[in-house]
């Protein structure tokens, strides 16, 4: 998943996107862990989404509390 993409999310759709990463996450380590996948970089990659996602969600409530703080 690219940055744009990300970016270009409503909160709701990353709320929902970082569910689906953590739930895939979990898949993928018990798969790891039974020797059953086949390409160990998957796990790299959706941990990279992952923090993708929460920096962004992150980056959004701080972008709200300043606006907030500033109008009063």
């Known amino acids: 998943m690219k940055s744009k993409q990300v970016l ?3 909160d709701k759709e990353l709320q929902d996107k970082l569910n689906e990463l953590k739930s895939a996450l979990f ?3 018990f798969k790891n862990a039974t020797n059953q ?10 941990r990279r989404d992952i923090a993708r ?3 962004v969600i992150r980056q959004r409530e701080l972008a709200r509390a300043k606006k907030a703080e500033a109008k009063g």
């Not at 996948?37 to 959706?46: D, G, I, R, S, V």
């Open 53 to 55: 996602v929460k920096t």
């Open 8 to 10: 270009d999310m409503t």
């Open 27 to 29: 898949f993928l380590r």
């Open 37 to 46: 996948l086949t390409n160990p970089l998957e796990l790299k990659e959706t």
